[in-house]
């Protein structure tokens, strides 16, 4: 799958409109303004932050074309090129398998080329992306109470709050803890996504024997048919994203209230992850900037610790 390229170690960065303070509801590019971009020695063309909107009048605005070669070479995860005479997508739309609809809404298609949404990025193609628009993916976030020995609930000293825990990978390629998530196939349904990609890289699903595998089946789908809160959907500030192609994902939180249905299921990490494991939550956590922010989210509706500072509350 795609989540297997290195690549996919930035697949999930800092959400947009997402800022500390309450009041601050615009959208803004800064990881997708980025140099060199990922995997490669291309330098974007320079995007002064007051020329990121498109309603911005720029003449002599002049990107660098960049599609990645993974990407050229044509593997089932990807459109072929624009100018491709078999390739006529349908954007805005369910396109066949593929869903070529953003979660922001409509996005402008200029010169049969969609627009990102957000703004400029000082680089046209698709980089090391898929398709030609939104890329999909899905973040499950996995939790749990953290509890003692005997069973009871821990709280954090200092707020008196439960500390609750997620299901966190540390990925081989940057070393960094992130939530277990991975892209959209055709087709699929997030559901399925959440479900799978956590199989795949928090129990490696893949590897396991066809009996193991079905009564590993068995309590995820126990897991992921109870009630869930999707945290986020939407566009993603992303280093790989372009002027033409970018990050979507939705982030959805599946709580063990009572821990009994993941003690069921041992954590082993699958071909993307180095480790896996269940880690506290607190704002010291060092995630991918949006997956601290979906993580923090999930701390927010379950009335979980969070921070031993009281912050001013945020209320979107």
């Known amino acids: 799958s795609f989540s297997n390229s290195s690549a996919d170690c930035w697949s999930h960065l800092h959400p947009v409109n997402m800022f500390s303070s309450c009041n601050v509801k615009k959208f803004y590019h800064s990881k997708a303004l980025t140099s060199p971009y990922p995997g490669s020695r291309i330098e974007r063309s320079k995007v002064p932050v007051d020329k990121v909107g498109w309603l911005v009048e720029w003449e002599d605005y002049n990107p660098v074309e960049y599609t990645a070669m993974s990407v050229l070479a044509g593997p089932n995860w990807a459109d072929p090129q624009i100018n491709d005479k078999s390739f006529s997508p349908k954007f805005n739309e369910r396109d066949g398998e593929v869903d070529r609809k953003s979660l922001n809404g409509l996005y402008v298609v200029e010169k049969g080329r969609p627009r990102n949404p957000v703004g400029r990025t000082g680089l046209t193609g698709r980089g090391l992306l898929g398709r030609w628009g939104p890329n999909h993916a899905a973040d499950p976030v996995v939790t749990r109470w953290k509890r003692d020995a005997s069973?009871?609930?821990?709280?954090?000293?200092?707020?008196?709050?439960?500390?609750?825990?997620?299901?966190?990978?540390?990925?081989?390629?940057?070393?960094?803890?992130?939530?277990?998530?991975?892209?959209?196939?055709?087709?699929?349904?997030?559901?399925?996504?959440?479900?799978?990609?956590?199989?795949?890289?928090?129990?490696?699903?893949?590897?396991?024997?066809?009996?193991?595998?079905?009564?590993?089946?068995?309590?995820?789908?126990?897991?992921?048919?109870?009630?869930?809160?999707?945290?986020?959907?939407?566009?993603?500030?992303?280093?790989?994203?372009?002027?033409?192609?970018?990050?979507?994902?939705?982030?959805?939180?599946?709580?063990?209230?009572?821990?009994?249905?993941?003690?069921?299921?041992?954590?082993?990490?699958?071909?993307?992850?180095?480790?896996?494991?269940?880690?506290?939550?607190?704002?010291?956590?060092?995630?991918?900037?949006?997956?601290?922010?979906?993580?923090?989210?999930?701390?927010?509706?379950?009335?979980?610790?969070?921070?031993?500072?009281?912050?001013?509350?945020?209320?979107?």
Not at 165 to 187: L, N, S, T, Y
Not at 258 to 281: C, S, Y
Not at 290 to 313: C, D, N, Q
Request: hydrophobic share 35%.
């Open 151 to 316: 069973g009871n609930k821990i709280a954090h000293p200092v707020t008196g709050k439960n500390i609750l825990q997620f299901v966190a990978i540390k990925r081989r390629d940057c070393g960094e803890w992130a939530i277990p998530g991975g892209m959209v196939d055709p087709g699929e349904k997030i559901s399925a996504t959440l479900k799978r990609e956590f199989g795949e890289e928090a129990l490696n699903s893949l590897q396991k024997s066809p009996k193991a595998k079905a009564e590993l089946e068995k309590q995820l789908q126990k897991l992921f048919s109870q009630e869930h809160f999707v945290v986020y959907r939407g566009y993603v500030d992303d280093p790989r994203n372009t002027d033409n192609a970018w990050m979507e994902t939705e982030a959805v939180n599946y709580h063990d209230e009572t821990g009994e249905t993941m003690d069921n299921l041992p954590l082993e990490a699958g071909d993307d992850a180095g480790i896996v494991k269940w880690v506290d939550i607190s704002e010291e956590l060092e995630l991918y900037a949006s997956h601290s922010y979906f993580i923090k989210l999930v701390t927010e509706k379950r009335g979980a610790h969070w921070s031993e500072e009281p912050g001013p509350e945020c209320h979107e």
